[in-house]
């Protein structure tokens, strides 16, 4: 059984990891934001992850991971993946919901339960949400770009929800009930700058997003 404070460690290497997949500088309050937690909390885990040599700090106070810290946030987001498709397919728990209870269960898996369970689900690409599995062929297009970036009336397929949307189990759940899910088709109905929105439209119902959550979001034209 891990001690609390290796899954905390653990926990904090993820959230780095995501934050830099969204393109965003990693500072400590973007840290304390995303993991609710108080600054003096993360300082105190960002020194040990500093001491584990798992982090660099540069000098614009950026907090990034070092090759050691990211080849193992890398296997607890491999982890993660895996753990989020076995709820999903295996036990038919909801799509909105996987990504919570997934965060609890990874930090329990030994190699060989990865291992074997990579291999019971025939080593997926990607999580139910579309983001690639690290360490299988990357299948993102690419042309994939965030829904913000495009046009009225330009017709897109979805390609994947960003993790870092995962964490909002409301938002998740209205994205699956207006069928933003990876791979339907949506027309762009209307984007408006002054207000920030883009509306999809998919069959008979439409949802508005404003664009920095339809910026996590990957699709493609078609
Ligand atoms: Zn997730
Ligand atoms: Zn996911």
């Known amino acids: 059984m891990k001690e609390r404070g290796s899954i905390v460690a653990e926990e904090y290497l993820q959230a780095i990891y995501s934050l830099q997949a969204c393109g965003e500088p990693v500072k400590s309050i973007a840290l304390s934001k995303w993991l609710k937690c108080s600054p003096s909390t993360v300082h105190a885990t960002v020194s040990r992850l500093l001491r584990d040599k798992l982090v660099r700090i540069k000098k614009n106070k950026e907090i990034c991971l070092t090759d050691q810290g990211f080849q193992k946030a890398e296997s607890l987001m491999r982890r993660h ?68 970036e495009f046009q009225s009336d330009d017709r897109i397929q979805i390609i994947f929800i960003g993790e870092s949307l995962e964490e909002s189990l409301d938002l998740l759940k209205l994205l699956q009930e207006k069928s933003v899910l990876p791979g339907t088709h949506h027309l762009i109905t209307e984007k408006t700058d002054i207000t920030k929105t883009i509306v999809l439209q998919h069959e008979n119902s439409s949802v508005t997003l404003p664009y920095d959550i339809a910026g996590k979001i990957g699709a493609i034209k078609c």
């Open 81 to 148: 993946r895996l753990v989020e498709q076995f709820l999903y397919r295996t036990l038919g728990i909801s799509w909105h919901e996987v990504h919570q209870h997934a965060h609890v269960m990874e930090h329990g898996l030994t190699p060989l339960v990865e291992e074997k369970l990579a291999e019971f689900l025939e080593f997926p690409s990607s999580c139910p949400h579309g983001t690639p599995i690290p360490g299988n062929k990357n299948l993102i297009p690419k042309e994939t770009k965030g829904l913000n």
